[in-house]
């Protein structure tokens, strides 16, 4: 069968996988990472990590994808949102407006909307292990790929995967954007030999000269548009720094205990 063919069949038995575990915003890309290098070595440089030691650990590493999984020449890239769009449109669900508004008034400790439910980690990358699974079941006759399951637990670079997939464009908080679902979504990965058609980024950058999510940041952790300083940023002073937060960063996180 010629390449393209080859594909695009791998394709409708991948989409029809994933599809079956609730995963419908798909993409690939290729394993070509190495454009965010430059971006990535000053970040470290700056010592912007803080106390991440794993980050500089494995450096330009985790743009390598072939470590992490020999062979591989394409990357699935799922996008999982933990908030539901019609909550999002605000069509009276009161979860949505209340947790997401009323922040500052609160006067018990506030968790971040995404830690709120089950382990994203543990579920994401459960249904992509079966997605891998039932993508080689029904090619047991022609042959078997190799998968490797990720979601936010190996040193890859998510949005610039989520990116080159087409699932969104890099906001100025460096976070993926969707126009629908903004960033309140998780990401996941497979690594993969298997032959697929890419998707192609996604259209357009579309910040402009919107500053909202700097301006929005209690700690001012966005430092300069695509850059964050973790040093500031809640969620990794309340989950990945060992050591006490800071006196003058404690009145701007607020009631913010987590993420």
Not at 29 to 44: F, I, K, V, Y
Not at 186 to 205: D, K, R, V, Y
Request: one cysteine or more.
């Amino acid at each position: 069968m010629q390449t393209a063919g080859l594909e695009q069949k791998n394709w409708a038995i991948l989409k029809r996988a994933a599809q079956s575990q609730g995963l419908d915003c798909i993409g690939v890309s290729d394993t070509e990472l190495q454009a965010c290098e430059p971006h990535l070595q000053a970040w470290l440089n700056a010592g912007m990590h803080g106390e991440m030691a794993y980050m500089a650990k494995y450096g330009m590493d985790r743009l390598k994808p072939d470590l992490l999984h020999p062979g591989a020449i394409r990357i699935v890239s799922v996008r999982v949102p933990y908030v539901s769009s019609r909550q999002l449109q605000g069509d009276g669900s009161a979860f949505c407006s209340t947790t997401m508004t009323h922040i500052e008034e609160a006067k018990a400790p506030y968790i971040s909307l995404y830690a709120r439910g089950r382990d994203y980690h543990k579920v994401i990358r459960q249904r992509l292990k079966k997605v891998a699974d039932l993508v080689n079941a029904q090619l047991m006759q022609e042959g078997q790929y190799g998968f490797r399951v990720t979601c936010d637990s190996a040193p890859t670079p998510e949005t610039e995967i989520g990116r080159k997939a087409g699932l969104g464009w890099r906001g100025k908080h460096t976070l993926l954007i969707h126009p629908k679902e903004g960033s309140l979504f998780f990401l996941g990965e497979l690594f993969t030999n298997m032959p697929l058609p890419l998707s192609g980024t996604f259209e357009g950058e579309h910040c402009g000269a919107c500053s909202r999510c700097m301006d929005a940041c209690p700690t001012g952790a966005i430092v300069k548009p695509y850059q964050v300083d973790a040093r500031l940023c809640i969620s990794y002073l309340t989950i990945e720094h060992e050591s006490a937060i800071p006196l003058n960063l404690r009145p701007l996180i607020g009631t913010r205990i987590y993420g």
